[in-house]
């Protein structure tokens, strides 16, 4: 069963307009939630991250917001930049189990020019 | 300050034939996690190693094992390899054992089992 959910595969959007990339969880242990960007080739690299005693953080063009109640959490570009252009995970650890982080599959952002 | 590094990057082995992987922390870091990404799906959790100490550990068999080494640099081991264990295999450094320190990612080690 799986814990993360990324239930859109892919997302296109225009340049300079917003991209909302969403995620479901169903473990209500998970403390906090994390997303990744990741470029082919590369490894996953950290764009920002929640806790859940919070419902929003803001960090430049990117923010997160977390709906504890419905489980559900997502992440804002705004403005969306070709550059954003990747695949984006959302990922989430739970203090029962040191160190594990549950991912996603994953949506892959296309912003075009 | 260098970055998360794998070796190799690529590699091709037959099944049953047993495999390492390597990867080296960031400078400063103490924790390393090691995570199995399959096509098209998220990285899933091995294990992590905490100041040389395996501390925590994902739906994984016993043949895939770990070490951590004084350095703090690690090697993920997988004995009996099966076709399924093809996948692109990852590392995080991050500092603190299991806080929500930051992980940095390495760029990975893509394992092909024939």
């Known amino acids: 069963d799986q814990q993360v959910k990324q239930n859109s595969p892919s997302l296109s959007v225009q340049e300079g307009r917003i991209s909302i990339l969403n995620c479901d969880y169903t473990?209500?242990?998970?403390?906090?939630f994390l997303w990744y960007k990741k470029y082919p080739a590369e490894g996953p690299t950290f764009l920002i991250s929640?806790?859940?005693?919070?419902d929003k953080n803001e960090d430049g063009r990117f923010t997160v917001f977390l709906n504890k109640s419905a489980k559900h959490l997502s992440l804002h570009i705004v403005p969306s930049q070709p550059g954003d252009s990747a695949v984006y995970f959302c990922?989430?650890?739970?203090?029962?189990?040191?160190?594990?982080?549950?991912f996603g599959d994953g949506t892959t952002l296309t912003v075009k020019p | 300050e260098t970055g998360v590094t794998q070796s190799p990057t690529h590699l091709i082995k037959t099944r049953g034939q047993q495999v390492t992987l390597r990867c080296s922390s960031q400078?400063?870091?103490?924790?390393v996690s090691w995570y199995q990404q399959a096509l098209g799906q998220g990285p899933q959790f091995i294990f992590q190693?905490?100041?040389?100490?395996?501390?925590g550990r994902g739906n994984f068999p016993p043949r895939f094992s770990g070490l951590q080494f004084p350095n703090y640099s690690s090697e993920l081991n997988v004995n009996a390899l099966e076709l399924d264990d093809s996948a692109l295999y990852l590392c995080?450094?991050?500092?603190?054992?299991?806080?929500?320190?930051?992980?940095?990612f390495g760029p990975g080690t893509r394992l092909l089992v024939l």
């Open positions: 995080a450094s991050s500092l603190g054992g299991a806080g929500p320190g930051t992980q940095y």
């Open positions: 473990n209500s242990m998970f403390d906090y």
């Open positions: 929640i806790s859940s005693i919070k």
């Open positions: 990922a989430a650890r739970d203090n029962t189990n040191a160190g594990k982080s549950t």
């Open positions: 400078s400063g870091h103490n924790t």
């Open positions: 190693y905490y100041r040389e100490e395996e501390n």
